[in-house]
């Protein structure tokens, strides 16, 4: 941070002396050169928290959503299981109503 402060008021002593100059080319030149200078300041002092934050809320978001995706798929399989149950049972009920149904035609007692 201290760093910065140095930078932007050593820019600011140059400032007036590129005011009394009428070239365009130089007013680029030195608004070039103060983006350069307080851009990597910057990038040094704030912005790789910023963007270690971002990527910790990054990763604690997909872990909630991974944890939910697990126990999602682990009613599923659960549910898939029960219908499997259910459907066996059926064709047992099925199998059955039809040997009742096919011993009645054949008048078996």
């Not at 910057?42 to 995706?69: C, F, M, R």
Request: net charge positive; glycine share 2%.
């Amino acid at each position: 941070m201290v760093c910065l402060l140095i930078i932007l008021l050593d820019l600011l002593e140059l400032g007036p002396v590129f005011i009394k100059v009428n070239n365009m080319i130089t007013w680029v030149t030195y608004i070039s050169q103060t983006v350069l200078q307080i851009s990597p300041a910057s990038n040094n002092y704030g912005w790789p928290q910023v963007i270690q934050n971002q990527n910790d809320a990054k990763a604690e978001v997909d872990h909630k959503t991974l944890t939910y995706l697990t126990n999602l798929q682990d009613k599923q399989m659960v549910e898939l299981a029960n219908q499997s149950k259910i459907l066996e049972f059926l064709k047992k009920v099925i199998n059955s109503q039809e040997l009742v149904k096919s011993k009645k035609k054949l008048d078996i007692r």
